[in-house]
């Protein structure tokens, strides 16, 4: 089993450029969730989606979009990146909400210069 | 909104010796997961505490939830270098969809 795949591991944009962040899992999980990671700031919520068909804004989600392309992939947009975007990405996924555990994807390094 | 807050935020340890991590929420958790993120890894499942005064152990680890189920600690006995990483708490949102990681604790090993 893969469990939670992302795509590119590491991606150096300039000012303005977009791009897409893609999650995809194999563990018939319902929910998935968008996750970034900045020093001394723990995890902090973008997106997350319930189910397939639904999305709903997290903590931060400005400068974000998200979709939830079917049940198994779960993308993040950057329409126009900023140097305060420049973090750790992490996907992750679970089976329902509530009380279940997250397995987490390996994460994207994004500098944006 | 809720917030939780993990003390301290950096922990030295010398090898063999024992420390304790804190987590507190601003409200009442209906149950509270604790992650482990090795150095450029990935944050990973330790354990998820439910019930008030609930006290877990895995080998070197105990996890305990607070009574009032605001707050939570780790503790890790006679620390190994395998130790190394930094361990967050979690906890739901009213909604129940949406987890709250704390600030998370690097622990960093003397050999």
């Not at chain 1, 997350?48 to 392309?69: C, F, H, I, M, Q």
């Not at chain 1, 990146?81 to 997250?102: H, M």
């Not at chain 2, 607070?66 to 780790?74: F, H, R, T």
């Not at chain 2, 503790?75 to 704390?102: M, S």
């Amino acid at each position: 089993n893969a469990g939670v795949t992302q795509t590119p591991k590491f991606q150096v944009l300039k000012t303005g450029q977009s791009m897409t962040l893609q999650c995809a899992q194999d563990m018939n999980h319902n929910s998935m969730y968008w996750y970034r990671q900045d020093p001394g700031m723990g995890l902090r919520l973008i997106y997350y989606s319930a189910s397939e068909g639904t999305t709903d804004k997290g903590e931060v989600p400005n400068g974000y979009n998200v979709s939830r392309l079917n049940k198994r992939e779960f993308s993040l947009r950057l329409e126009s990146a900023a140097p305060s975007q420049t973090s750790v990405y992490f996907c992750a996924s679970r089976i329902q909400g509530g009380g279940e555990k997250l397995f987490f994807g390996s994460g994207t390094q994004l500098s944006v210069l | 909104g809720q917030q939780v807050m993990q003390i301290p935020q950096y922990q030295h340890v010398q090898e063999g010796e024992d420390f304790t991590t804190y987590c507190n929420s601003s409200t009442t958790l209906s149950n509270i997961q604790w992650y482990k993120q090795r150095p450029g890894g990935h944050p990973v499942f330790l354990i998820q505490l439910v019930k008030s005064g609930e006290v877990k152990k895995q080998k070197r680890l105990t996890f305990q939830f607070g009574e009032a189920k605001k707050n939570s600690s780790l503790h890790i006995t006679a620390t190994q270098t395998t130790d190394v990483g930094t361990y967050f708490c979690a906890g739901p949102r009213a909604a129940g969809n949406k987890l709250t990681f704390g600030g998370g604790t690097r622990v960093l090993v003397k050999p």
